[in-house]
Nanobody, 123 residues
Framework: QVQLVESGGGLAQPGGSLGLSCAASGAIFNIDPMGWYRQAPGKQRELVATITSGGMRNYADSVKGRFTISRDNAKNTMYLQMNSLKPEDTALYYC?????????????????WGQGTQVTVSS
């Protein structure tokens, strides 16, 4: 069974910082990319940031310069450091990855999602 387990998140004041992590485990390999998405109440899920196994990063314009995504390929773990948080960053943050499945069709890739972790920015 494939699992993406998120940790971190919680409550922060505007201007504060929080960190998230996501560990992927199970019968998957060639995990590429990994990423974070978020969904605020009443809004659609949106991309926050992605990172490839080679370290190429992509950020939503709304978080550029404030959030930093990183990953440890050996541990299949991804991180998101969030600085200068704003109330509009409040959302449920989801970990995502695209990978091949052990025992699956050769070259076929699957999308996997975590359960989400809440980030609330409020004074």
């Amino acid at each position: 069974q494939v699992q993406l387990v998120e940790s971190g998140g919680g409550l922060a004041q505007p201007g504060g910082s929080l960190g998230l992590s996501c560990a992927a485990s199970g019968a998957i390999f060639n995990i590429d990319p990994m990423g974070w998405y978020r969904q605020a109440p009443g809004k659609q899920r949106e991309l926050v940031a992605t990172i490839t196994s080679g370290g190429m990063r992509n950020y939503a314009d709304s978080v550029k310069g404030r959030f930093t995504i990183s990953r440890d390929n050996a541990k299949n773990t991804m991180y998101l450091q969030m600085n200068s948080l704003k109330p509009e960053d409040t959302a449920l943050y989801y970990c995502y990855c695209n990978a091949e499945k052990i025992g699956g069709s050769r070259g076929y890739r699957y999308a996997y999602w975590g359960q989400g972790t809440q980030v609330t920015v409020s004074s």
